[in-house]
């Protein structure tokens, strides 16, 4: 199966930059995402990493180490707008379906 | 190009009722999966459908909860007889093949009386 740990919540300054860090055990690995969710709405598609390295999308970028079983989501130039909970998921082997596994969350505030 | 639509968005039920959740992909997609969020807690997967196919119910209660993907018409998650611990937001997601990225519907909040 598969364990997903994430920071419960997190606050930040608006302009600042703060990482979110997920780690995680799994039995297989078919890449790793990461999902926003503002109270109340559905989850939105940020970032999927399958391959070691930083991948770069406009404020958001997304690490990923295999070995360290280990991810992180930066966010930069941070706005009000960005106090949400960031969802990590895993997606390893699940009856060979290859479902996503997700965190818990991490609840991100963000003040002026 | 629609999002994946889920209706009703709000579904309140007394004990012992029938919920009908009702999911229809992203155009273009075939793989539809169904996730239960409870506050302050995770997604929780339940169910992955393809067109008339139950692909992996892992994570669906073996009573009470079923769960369907016609040829024609969205994807139906079904509760009997429900009970308060039911109450949830309830998500389906799609994507275009599988494994690929799935995509959110707005959810539906049941609300067991």
């Known amino acids: 199966g598969q364990n997903i740990d994430q920071p419960t919540e997190m606050t930040a300054t608006e302009g600042a930059i703060v990482q979110i860090n997920c780690t995680y055990q799994?039995?297989?690995?078919?890449?790793l995402f990461w999902y926003q969710q503002h109270a109340g709405e559905a989850p939105t598609f940020l970032s999927y990493?399958?391959?070691?390295g930083l991948e770069e999308k406009g404020r958001f970028s997304s690490f990923l180490s295999r070995s360290k079983g280990y991810s992180y989501l930066l966010l930069k130039e941070l706005q009000m707008k960005d106090s949400a909970s960031y969802l990590c998921?895993?997606?390893?082997?699940?009856?060979?379906?290859?479902?996503?596994?997700f965190g818990r969350g991490t609840s991100l505030i963000v003040h002026p | 190009n629609a999002g994946v639509m889920q209706n009703p968005r709000h579904l309140v039920r007394r004990r012992g009722q029938e919920a009908r959740l009702r999911c229809s992909p992203m155009?273009?997609?075939?793989?539809v999966y169904w996730y239960r969020q409870l506050p302050e807690e995770g997604l929780k997967f339940m169910v992955y459908?393809?067109?008339?196919?139950?692909?992996?119910e892992s994570g669906m209660p073996k009573e009470r909860f079923s769960a369907e993907f016609p040829k024609e018409g969205p994807s139906i998650l079904r509760i009997q007889q429900v009970v308060r611990g039911d109450s949830a937001a309830y998500f389906c997601?799609?994507?275009?093949?599988?494994?690929?990225?799935?995509?959110f519907g707005p959810g539906t909040r049941l609300t067991v009386l």
């Open positions: 155009k273009g997609h075939s793989h």
């Open positions: 459908l393809q067109k008339e196919n139950i692909i992996d």
């Open positions: 998921a895993v997606r390893g082997a699940s009856g060979g379906s290859y479902i996503p596994t």
């Open positions: 990493n399958v391959l070691d």
């Open positions: 997601a799609s994507s275009p093949e599988s494994p690929d990225t799935q995509y």
């Open positions: 799994t039995s297989g690995f078919n890449g």
